[in-house]
């Protein structure tokens, strides 16, 4: 049938089409740019539009997707149709539609000689039918479908006005479709940030290790719909990921092994780059040739692996999930778990920081100072990923190591000045360096390069005694690293929060540990104080009593001399045994007063060290072959002591020490003057004291064969120290010599 010319319009009836076409195209680009509007509204406020400026005619619109190639038939929006459509009343593949798509042009149905309008449309009273594409930036957005219901062909001016409508429809579509994305968008950062919000609550939640990591492994699974998990943690080393979760079925930690982190893997490329990888396909290289599957039963396809990345840089372990599922995971997730990641490892290192601090707090309630002193070493290596850890301690202006993890002997001194430890003390703050081996104030370069180590974190030990009193230093808590990573200890305040929070602890720990030192000394003065004070009752009587029996003998032996001096003449035998007896009277009435007077008090004085050491000397009974040393003792300032106790010291040590040397060897007797304090050394060159002989020659039971004064050995110097008001300990490796500390409050 043919169709009939199209129809001349008037000027005022051109001027009222263009009119509508304004006023058409005004709303839809009103609505278009509304972020309110539906995709439904704008649609059909399209095909209303299009039969307002073509009369007699119907108007079908469908959106096109452009990843498929196809339309999009759900999208149909119809008006002015005279019958129902049909439910497969859809664009044919090789219809007008399809044409004008692949062609990106206008089509129209009587100058396509090929073609023709759908045998339902036609059914439906179509007499022509034009196609027009949606088309903004060179993308397609849609396709409008006009069909007359009049036997004729569409006039210049509707095409005219219809080519110009679909522009500006186009761009509405299109604006529409970036505002559902956008809001899809939107509403799928709303959810991850609160499925994220609901794994710090979660995490935050578990106050245990494992516990935390079995949250954050299920978190990941569901978030990202992976069917297999697994959580590695970095091992002591530093060179392992050692399994700590695992999620999944047939998957189970102990299955899971060791896996060095320079290994040839997925997850090993993932810890040494440090970076994030999502992989589509495992199965296509180069990553074929490097997947570890987590069970060799199981056909995986897609694998997102994610570093765990602490403040300081450092490497903490890697998350890693798969699927059987080829392109499984997608950017948004890679993203989700990299946020994830960040939260993860903020809740592991508190987790661990918690760990620590209930764990030294447990030990200073129960241990000794040593033992929280290494294992506090010990934690500021497993928390800041540090190869070795030492704890310094302030003795005058000497720092002497306390403890540590490894690399150090326990000998080791250190200038307070001229050192970079000695630094942080004086400036009471922290000292980071950078090129610790090249450090001039760093004293052991060659230790800290064949240690491997690049970059030291040094904090004071400080204690306060009372709320506002500048601090006391006890000592510094130092830390070393060989990571590479510039970020060692400098990029973050977590590594500086951390170690400040440890030399609290072990400022505590010698705090408490001095504390319960001086309770003791003030425990043991008491217990001499009162023992003391009781014998000198007893002693004075006995003495008294002694007196009485003893000093008798001596008269009555003149006695004896004066009535019988004539026997005596002719009796030598008997004269010289009086005589001896007489002797031994004087002599054991002289022993026991000497003796028994230093059971009673004794009444402090200054007295000249030097002058009081060289007179132990003289009395003191030492082998030829022992020569003896004494170093500028003249420069001390004089002690408050009793003198006569104190030589007694001197001469129980020199003698003591003479028997350990065998008669061979050399006594060195040394000092210093501190605060308040004069420190006296005595040292001798023999075997040593074993460490665990060290804790027991003070005690009254020692049975070592160690001469003394009375017959009490080294307790009796120990005991004499006390009443003095000060204390002596020792010091031996066991092999090379002992040294006898001495300290005694100056005048």
């Known amino acids: 049938m043919s169709l009939q010319p199209a129809p001349q319009f008037q000027p005022d009836e051109a001027l009222n089409a263009l009119t509508r076409l304004n006023q058409a195209a005004a709303i839809i680009n009103h609505i278009g740019m509304s972020e309110t509007a539906s995709r439904e509204s704008i649609l059909q406020l399209i095909v209303r539009s299009v039969i307002t400026i073509v009369p007699n005619s119907s108007a079908v619109v469908y959106m096109y997707d452009l990843s498929q190639r196809d339309f999009i038939t759900s ?3 119809a008006a002015g149709e005279l019958v129902p ?10 219809g007008l539609g399809r044409r004008a798509v692949d062609q990106r042009r206008r089509v129209v149905s009587y100058e396509e000689t090929d073609l023709e309008i759908s045998p339902s449309k036609k059914a439906a009273g179509a007499h022509a039918a034009a196609v027009l594409p949606l088309i903004v930036a060179k993308r397609m957005v849609g396709v409008l479908y006009v069909y007359l219901h009049e036997q004729r062909r569409f006039a210049p001016l509707e095409l005219m006005l219809l080519d110009n409508f679909v522009n500006q429809s186009a761009i509405a579509i299109y604006h529409a479709r970036l505002v559902d994305r956008v809001k899809r968008d939107l509403a799928r950062k709303e959810d991850e940030a609160n499925r994220l919000r609901r794994a710090s609550v979660l995490i935050s939640s578990r106050p245990r290790l494992q516990e935390t ?10 978030v990202t719909n992976a069917d297999y998990g697994s959580f590695r943690l970095v091992d002591p080393t530093g060179r392992n990921l050692t399994p700590a979760a695992v999620s999944g079925e047939r998957l189970n930690r102990a299955a899971l092994d060791n896996l060095p982190i320079e290994s040839t893997s997925v997850v090993g490329w993932v810890a040494q780059h440090r970076q994030p990888l999502c992989i589509p396909d495992v199965q296509v290289e180069p ?3 490097i997947y570890s599957p987590l069970n060799r039963e199981l056909q995986i396809r897609s694998e997102l692996a994610v570093p765990l990345i602490s403040a300081s840089g450092r490497l903490e372990g890697v998350l890693n999930l798969e699927s059987p599922t080829p392109g499984i995971f997608s950017d948004e997730d890679n993203l989700l778990m990299q946020a994830f990641a960040t939260q993860a490892v903020t809740a592991l290192q508190e987790i661990k920081l918690l760990n620590a601090l209930q764990e030294i707090s447990e030990l200073l309630q129960t241990e000794a100072l040593p033992r929280v002193l290494d294992r506090l070493a010990g934690l500021a290596c497993e928390l800041l990923n540090a190869s070795t ?18 690399g150090h002997q326990h000998c080791d001194r250190l200038p307070l000045h001229n050192s970079l430890i000695g630094q942080a003390i004086l400036q009471s703050r922290p000292v980071i360096s950078n090129r610790l081996p090249e450090e001039p104030l760093f004293n052991q370069p060659e230790l ?10 040094i904090v004071p030990l400080m204690v306060s005694t009372t709320q506002g009193q500048t601090p006391t230093p006890l000592g510094a808590f130092s830390v070393y690293g060989t990571e590479p990573d510039p970020g060692l200890f400098t990029e973050s305040e977590w590594d500086n929060k951390i170690l400040t929070i440890l030399a609290r602890y072990a400022a505590l720990a010698i705090q408490s540990a001095s504390r319960q030192e001086a309770m003791r000394n003030a425990q043991d003065q008491h217990t001499v104080s009162e023992t003391f004070a009781a014998l000198g009752d007893v002693a004075a009587n006995l003495l008294h009593q002694i007196n009485n029996k003893f000093g008798s003998i001596p008269v009555r032996i003149e006695g004896i001399q004066d009535k019988c001096a004539a026997a005596l003449q002719s009796d030598a035998y008997l004269a010289n045994n009086l005589a001896e007896i007489e002797k031994s009277a004087r002599e054991a009435m002289s022993a026991v007063r000497d003796n028994l007077t230093l059971l009673r008090p004794i009444h402090p004085s200054p007295v000249n060290l030097a002058v009081c050491v060289q007179d132990a000397i003289h009395s003191s009974h030492l082998s030829e072959g022992v020569q003896v ?6 420069n001390l300032p004089p002690v408050i002591a009793g003198e006569q106790s104190l030589r007694l010291v001197f001469t129980n040590l020199f003698e003591n020490a003479s028997a350990a040397m065998q008669g061979q060897g050399t006594i060195t007797i040394s000092g210093s003057a501190q605060c308040n304090q004069v420190e006296i050394l005595v040292s001798d060159t023999g075997p040593g004291i074993s460490q665990e002989n060290q804790a027991k020659i003070f005690e009254l039971n020692d049975s070592g064969n160690l001469s003394s004064h009375l017959g009490f050995g080294l307790w009796w110097v120990k005991t004499l120290m006390a009443r003095l008001g000060g204390s002596v300990s020792v010091e031996s ?5 002992a040294t006898f500390r001495l300290l005694l409050p100056s005048a």
């Open 389 to 406: 850890s030492a704890v310094w301690l302030l003795e005058n202006e000497t720092l002497v190591l306390g403890a540590a993890s490894k």
């Open 75 to 77: 999208s149909r929006v």
């Open 733 to 737: 490796d066991g092999q090379n010599g």
């Open 629 to 634: 040393k004494t170093l500028q003792l003249e």
């Open 213 to 222: 990591l079995e949250t954050i492994l299920q978190m990941a699974v569901e």
């Open 85 to 94: 459509p049909l439910s497969n009343d859809h664009p044919r593949p090789n």
């Open 448 to 457: 800290a390069r064949a240690q491997g180590w690049k970059r030291a974190l």
């Open 287 to 289: 990553w074929a040739s």
